[in-house]
């Protein structure tokens, strides 16, 4: 028996691996909150760090769980953070809220031409949007606003996907990272009200 068989056979690991991987959610939820509120923004190191820390509690519980997906994304999520709490900037990314949301248009129109799978398509999208905006907000070249933007749009994508396959925790996610959203989106609107 290897060693990896047996960290992943033990139930101790196993039945605690559930919670872990719901505290790196509730982290990832309370970041992305405090920055709908306008209190963080996408160099803040606390939500850096916090990210990171999350995404790796997640790709723990979801190891356990064999869910390759949330490993991948999270993976990436944890990569973006790292460069961020180092201030690792790409200088040469010239890449701006237009050009990114022709991006995630070309490859949804390929993904789908493809496949055929409009869900499969969208699905894919969504993780590009995700990731994508992300990156772009950590490193200052997207606001507040179109992050939250990109993440609803991304949402919008990725619900059909889980609701398809049935994820009654993944569509209540979405629905709590979208409402989030939204809350941010209309606070920053009316503040921009009340200062004009």
Sequence with gaps: MTLL?????????VKTSSYIGW????????????????HWDGEN????????VSSILIIYGSVFLGALQPIFFNAFFGIISILGLFSLKFPGL???EKGFLTI????????????????????????????GSYLLFTQSRISEKE???????ANFCYIWILLETNNTFGVFLVAVTTLIAGFGLMSIKKNKVFCS
């Design 45 to 52: 190191r606390i939500y850096l760090l916090l990210n990171l």
């Design 5 to 13: 068989n047996t960290i992943l056979e033990n139930d101790f690991l």
């Design 147 to 153: 992050f939250l933007s990109n993440n609803v749009l």
């Design 23 to 38: 505290i790196g959610t509730l982290g990832i939820l309370f970041g992305y909150l405090k920055v709908s509120m306008g």
């Design 94 to 96: 010239k890449l701006e």
């Design 104 to 131: 995630s248009v070309v490859v949804f129109a390929l993904l789908l031409i493809q496949s055929g799978d409009l869900i499969g398509a969208m699905g894919s999208v969504s993780v590009v949007l995700f990731i």
